[in-house]
Each structure stands twice: as structure tokens, then as C-alpha cells.
């Protein structure tokens, strides 16, 4: 069980990922943060040295899902069909990195609510923490695996502004004949300066496939939303979508 550092919420750890991080601010450079979209991750991001960091699954206790700035359906996902074109949403679901945890104790059984919190752990007294998986949490994430898999994460700082994002490899569905490749991805914006609040007005992406195609997109805002970063809510979190025409490609903004 823990306490989300940035975000306030109850979790609960279901698993871990060891992910590459990437942070440009490290290496200090101007540039705008690359998002790398490659199948198998393997590509550097600009030769900026990478860390190893442990990430965690984790469920959102549903109580607390109104009163955070993240989306709460940000692990989406392709049927099992290929033909099947719809995209799935799985809500209360949270990739955590280590250093936004912070551990707490709980005496009720049934600490955090979540729809599959009883499906997947079981209470156990006998046990520190009194929390054990349950065999339908093991078949589960060897069963998804391909879709959930956290491998890299890219940061940087500009102006006191810091962006973590984080790209994950949907599959490819068929569309008019061609071959179109899918990503998510979630964007975390944090406000190092809370004191001096900001205004995110407007997106400007640019979207580089390796078969050449360069596609550029601006509008108002994210996800409908012009989010303040502010001392009482000094980040905000969302997940978006992006296809290619190609195997791997590179989005700017």
C-alpha cells in the first residue's frame, strides 16, 4: 500500500518494471524532449546516457480517482482480434515510478477500491504486508504483457517545467489496405516553481516517421483541457494516442 507522492492518492503495488530513463536535463540541452516510438525500445534517445529506474503497476483507489489531476483510464489496449479495431481502456490503473511512493499501513481488509483488488491480492495476517497475489494476478500480467510492458522513460526541465513521458507499443492494425502502427502514451507536467503558477494553453507536436512522413499537430490545450499548475495542484497527468505509417518513428514538442 502507498500514498502517491505527486498525486496524493491510496495504491496498491502490483508489480515492478525496470525502465531506462533518459533525462535531458542531466545532460543539459535546449532542445525540445524527443519521444522515441520504436517496437523493442532499443533505440538511444539523441546518445543521452540512460539510468535504470524501478517503475511500478499499480491500482488508484477509486475514491480518490475525483480528486486527482491524471486521467484514470490511461492503460488502453487492441482486442485480441486483429481484425478488431476498437481500443479498450482499463481505469485505476498507474505506472508509478519508485521515488513517488510513499509506503503506509493499513488495518482493513479491504484497503483500496478497485474493481480488481479482490481478483488480484488476498489478505493474509500471517503476512508483511498483509497483502499476497493471488495466481489470477500472475496468469494476468504474462497474459497481457505485451501491452502493459514499460521499458523507457524520457525527462526533461525547461523554464522550472519538468515533462516525463513515457511511450508504450500498442500493436498494428490494418486500416484501408495499409499497415498503421499504434502508440500510447502518458505525459506527466510538474511545476518545479508552484509559487509562479502556469497555464498550459497550447499543444504543437511534431511527428516523424522513419518512412518519411512528417506530421504536425497543434490545438488548444491537452485532452480537452487547459490545466493550471499551481501550488495546490502543481502537476498534471494525461494519456494520448499517435500512429505511423512505419516501424518506429520520433514526435517533438
Given at each position: 500500500l502507498f500514498l502517491h507522492r505527486v498525486f496524493g492518492y491510496?495504491?496498491?503495488?502490483?508489480?515492478s518494471w525496470l525502465a531506462r530513463v533518459f533525462d535531458r536535463s542531466d545532460e543539459r540541452s535546449n532542445a525540445s524532449l524527443p519521444l522515441p516510438l520504436t517496437?523493442?525500445?532499443?533505440?538511444?534517445?539523441?546518445?543521452?546516457?540512460?539510468?535504470?529506474?524501478?517503475?511500478?503497476?499499480a491500482l488508484v483507489d477509486a475514491r480518490d480517482v475525483p480528486h486527482?489531476?491524471?486521467?484514470t483510464e490511461s492503460v488502453t489496449f487492441f482486442g485480441n482480434q486483429e481484425q478488431d479495431q476498437n481500443v479498450?481502456?482499463?481505469?485505476?490503473?498507474?505506472?508509478?515510478?519508485?521515488?513517488?511512493?510513499?509506503?503506509?499501513?493499513?488495518?482493513?481488509?479491504?484497503?483500496?477500491?478497485?474493481?480488481?483488488?479482490?481478483?488480484?491480492?488476498?489478505?493474509d495476517p500471517e503476512a508483511t504486508p498483509n497483502f499476497v497475489t493471488r495466481e489470477h494476478l500472475k496468469s494476468w500480467q504474462t497474459r497481457h504483457h505485451r501491452w502493459l510492458e514499460l521499458s523507457d522513460v524520457s525527462k526533461d526541465v525547461t523554464h522550472q517545467?519538468?515533462?516525463?513521458?513515457?511511450?508504450?507499443?500498442?500493436?498494428?492494425?490494418?486500416?484501408?489496405?495499409?499497415?498503421?502502427h499504434w502508440w500510447r502514451y502518458t505525459i506527466r507536467i510538474e511545476n518545479l516553481n508552484p509559487t509562479e503558477a502556469v497555464?498550459?494553453?497550447?499543444?504543437?507536436?511534431?511527428?516523424?516517421?522513419?518512412?518519411?512522413?512528417?506530421?504536425?499537430?497543434?490545438?488548444?490545450?491537452?485532452?480537452?483541457?487547459?490545466?493550471?499548475?499551481?501550488?495546490?495542484?502543481?502537476?498534471?497527468?494525461?494519456?494520448?494516442?499517435?500512429?505511423?505509417?512505419?516501424?518506429?518513428?520520433?514526435?517533438?514538442?
Open positions: 491510496r495504491g496498491v503495488i502490483l508489480f517496437i523493442a525500445s532499443k533505440t538511444h534517445v539523441n546518445e543521452i546516457r540512460s539510468q535504470s529506474v524501478t517503475y511500478y503497476q486527482i489531476r491524471a486521467q479498450y481502456a482499463l481505469p485505476g490503473l498507474d505506472y508509478v515510478a519508485h521515488e513517488d511512493v510513499l509506503p503506509y499501513i493499513s488495518t482493513e481488509r479491504t484497503p483500496i477500491e478497485h474493481e480488481l483488488f479482490d481478483k488480484f491480492l488476498i489478505y517545467i519538468r515533462v516525463t513521458v513515457i511511450p508504450f507499443y500498442m500493436g498494428s492494425r490494418f486500416t484501408q489496405g495499409m499497415s498503421v497555464t498550459l494553453r497550447e499543444r504543437h507536436w511534431r511527428i516523424f516517421s522513419v518512412a518519411g512522413t512528417l506530421e504536425t499537430v497543434r490545438g488548444k490545450g491537452v485532452v480537452g483541457q487547459e490545466p493550471k499548475l499551481s501550488k495546490e495542484y502543481p502537476a498534471f497527468q494525461y494519456s494520448s494516442h499517435v500512429s505511423l505509417s512505419a516501424t518506429s518513428g520520433h514526435m517533438w514538442g
